[in-house]
């Protein structure tokens, strides 16, 4: 009997852990799902007209998708400009300055601020951009991600600067430093790296957003000149050229999809490479 | 008392004490964390102020009136409000057991390396885009559910009213299969942490009174991390709420209230989404923004209690 009751334990674990195992490997290769399903539909429309040219009209077969890449360009580097400092100075504050009630009540907004669905950024960039300047624009857009930057980088930015150990910090506070000249001269630039790192994945990350931008920097079928134009940008024009009935924009959805989704992998892995390496070689010393 | 007082000056004279460059720093960066709070008051604000036609004009029943007719200026939530609800709820009934599964099998059974590396890939999936999501959901998932999984339901199970009417492929179904993919790699990666962050005497006591390893996860390590499980969750289900693109691709856009999957449906990120830059007049807009105000609070509503459960869960970490 109880060696019944033994094997039937035994089964149960065996069982159990068997199925949680299959569940981790259905997750895991939904990635390689999509990656190989983009290659096989995405790779054969990637040329160099795809990099070069502007979208042809509907109907007129080639074309590509230039506006869109110099659009997404445009709308991460301005977002980054504006988000990343940001961002980085509140995070400054939160690990260095900050005393106890203050900083809690930020890091509460930040969080929910990150929580808010990315098509309300939109509407409140709608409202706060589009609407006094009477037009959509990659300022409005880039403006929208920005808002979706700083939360992340200043998490980021606080925990970086938390992993300093303190005896560098009272190092420099013993030689005479005063606290600005600490932060600046000697916490900052330990982290510096990593905390680089964690901000190229947030800004990375908002690369590949689209609902902030369907109605702050709207679309563009041609170049956007200056920062006070509608502007294309890949996310966007994927979701238009993938509901859209043209077999042709389908193939270049997949194409647009594929660039996409390589570019954001690359980062990330890049990223956690760095990052690894660096910790290994701390832990290492 | 005087020497207390004396002992413990007050704010403004701490701050004039300190080094006027430190002092200087100090309200430099507080001006920016401040500049934080300022932008999310700014949006409610902005979001109540840019919904007040809309909100004067219908009020609460905004919420209940299932009418949408921006011909006559009449606007309604609560079929957008149905299929947000139904959607993420549904996702939610799918990813989770299979989420909180594959947290389980990487923090209590995967030897550390390849649970790292398993993990990393859950993470990367977490960055891919929505509008990919979306992209491959048109093309792959739709079909399939058209031609193979709706005929199989239908006839297997069409008595229930959940798989009854026409088969389109897009519809409430195919949102719900869409966000569950996607919310996926969220409840992994947050029940993993928790999971881990249990005290390895927790595990050690189980398995020296004789429990089998999967007892051991599943009736002590799991309760222990319930808290934080459940954070990631809601977490995920916050996600779901708010997600626009996939959604918009695949859930059919008609704003139907129908107890069938299979029909089409409509949420309110994808009606927004659809609407906004094409939106007839002011109420109409108005109405939209208004949407936009309901979304924010349901989503809010659901981080907060996320937030509060994984701050939970990490003080009862850390006091041990």
């Not at chain 2, 962050?197 to 002590?220: K, S």
Request: with cysteine.
């Amino acid at each position: 009997m109880t060696s019944n009751l033994h094997l039937w334990r035994k089964a149960v674990n065996y069982i159990m852990f068997s199925l949680a195992g299959l569940c981790t490997l259905a997750t895991v290769s939904v990635l390689f799902g999509i990656l190989g399903f983009l290659v096989w539909k995405g790779a054969s429309s990637i040329n160099w007209d795809f990099f070069t040219q502007l979208p042809k009209p509907v109907g007129e077969a080639g074309g590509g998708m230039a506006n869109a890449i110099v659009g997404s360009f445009k709308l991460v580097l301005l977002a980054a400009a504006v988000g990343v400092p940001v961002g980085f100075i509140s995070g400054v504050y939160l690990a260095e300055f900050g005393g106890r009630k203050f900083p809690a009540l930020i890091r509460y907004v930040a969080d929910l601020l990150n929580g808010v669905p990315s098509i309300v950024i939109g509407i409140f960039i709608y409202a706060l951009v589009v609407m006094p300047m009477k037009r959509f624009s990659t300022l409005a857009g880039g403006l929208a991600l920005a808002l979706m930057i700083v939360p992340v980088t200043m998490r980021t930015t606080e925990q970086f600067l938390r992993a300093v150990p303190d005896s560098l910090r009272e190092a420099a506070l013993a030689l005479g430093a005063s606290k600005w000249r600490m932060v600046a001269t000697v916490v900052i630039p330990a982290s510096m790296h990593a905390v680089l790192t964690g901000t190229l994945l947030g800004v990375a990350r908002v690369a590949g957003e689209t609902a902030p931008l369907l109605f702050t920097a709207f679309n563009n079928r041609f170049w956007s000149p200056g920062w006070d134009q509608p502007t294309a940008s890949l996310p966007v024009m994927i979701f238009t050229y993938a509901i859209a009935p043209y077999e042709d924009w389908h193939r270049q959805a997949w194409a647009a999809g594929l660039v996409l989704l390589v570019s954001m992998l690359a980062v990330n892995i890049a990223a956690h490479r760095i990052l690894s390496m660096r910790m290994a070689r701390r832990s290492g010393r | 008392m005087k020497a207390q007082l004396q002992s413990r000056p007050g704010w403004l004279q701490r701050a004039l004490k300190q080094n006027p460059a430190d002092l200087a720093a100090h309200l430099f960066t507080w001006a920016f964390a401040a500049g934080i709070l300022v932008v999310a008051v700014l949006l409610v604000y902005e979001l109540y102020a840019a919904s007040s036609l809309s909100r004067k004009e219908f009020g609460w029943s905004f919420l209940l009136s299932s009418e949408w007719d921006p011909v006559q200026d009449k606007f309604g939530a609560l079929p957008f409000i149905y299929g947000t609800v139904v959607t993420s709820v549904l996702a939610l009934l799918l990813a989770a057991p299979v989420g909180v599964a594959a947290a389980i099998f990487l923090s209590e059974l995967a030897p550390p390396k390849i649970s790292d590396s398993l993990t990393f890939v859950v993470e990367l999936l977490a960055a891919v885009p929505s509008v990919i999501y979306g992209l491959l959901a048109i093309f792959t998932m739709v079909p399939l559910l058209r031609e193979v999984i709706q005929p199989f339901l239908q006839k297997h199970f069409g008595y229930l009213p959940f798989f009854q009417g026409p088969m389109y492929g897009v519809g409430l179904l195919a949102a719900s299969l869409v966000l569950a993919v996607m919310i996926l790699p969220y409840i992994v990666s947050i029940s993993r942490e928790a999971l881990l962050a249990v005290p390895p005497e927790q595990r050690e006591a189980a398995l020296a009174v004789g429990a089998t390893r999967w007892e051991a996860a599943w009736q002590v390590v799991t309760p222990y991390a319930g808290l934080g499980i459940a954070g990631s969750i809601f977490l995920a289900l916050a996600r779901a709420l708010g997600e626009t693109m996939a959604v918009t691709m695949v859930i059919g856009n008609a704003p139907n209230i129908s107890a069938s999957l299979f029909e089409s449906g409509y949420s309110i990120a994808a009606v927004i989404a659809n609407e906004f830059t094409e939106a007839t007049g002011e109420m109409h807009l108005s109405a939209l923004i208004q949407l936009g105000l309901v979304l924010f609070g349901i989503t809010i509503i659901m981080n907060a209690i996320a937030r509060i459960m994984l701050a939970a869960t990490s003080r009862k970490g850390q006091t041990r």
